[in-house]
């Protein structure tokens, strides 16, 4: 059974940084993707990173500000949030999938993946 387990979040002032983690066990997952969902609003894509992390891709509203990387020995994925906003604010979500997709709009898509973590709260003071 593949569990995804988030961590790091926390609060912080506007212009600061925080790294999320997510570590899986149970197996070996391909596809590993960072979404976020604020209060009364929709869960929304973050980035998204390919098995060898040759792919990235990032919501345009965290480009420039946000890296996704992953080491595949430790089945950890990670995101590094820096020049955060306060409308960066939301709880952040892992997901997984052990299938390797071929669009950006698969990557995008929350019905793509089979597992996810219990999500881990972001909140940026301003």
């Known amino acids: 059974q593949v569990q995804l387990v988030e961590s790091g979040g926390g609060l912080v002032q506007a212009g600061g940084s925080l790294r999320l983690s997510c570590a899986a066990s149970?197996?070996?997952?391909?596809?590993y993707t960072w979404f976020r969902q604020a209060p009364g609003k929709e869960r929304e894509f973050v980035a998204a990173?390919?098995?060898?992390?040759?792919?990235?891709y990032y919501a345009d509203t965290v480009k420039g500000r946000f890296t996704i990387s992953r080491d595949n020995a430790k089945n950890t994925v990670y995101l590094q949030m820096n020049s955060l906003k306060p409308e960066d604010t939301a709880v952040y979500y892992c997901?997984?999938?052990?299938?390797?997709?071929?669009?950006?709009?698969?990557?995008?898509?929350?019905?793509?993946?089979?597992?996810w973590g219990q999500g881990t709260q972001v909140t940026v003071s301003s």
């Open positions: 990173i390919s098995w060898s992390g040759a792919l990235t």
């Open positions: 997901a997984a999938d052990s299938r390797s997709m071929r669009f950006r709009s698969d990557y995008e898509d929350v019905n793509e993946y089979d597992y």
């Open positions: 149970g197996r070996t997952l391909s596809t």
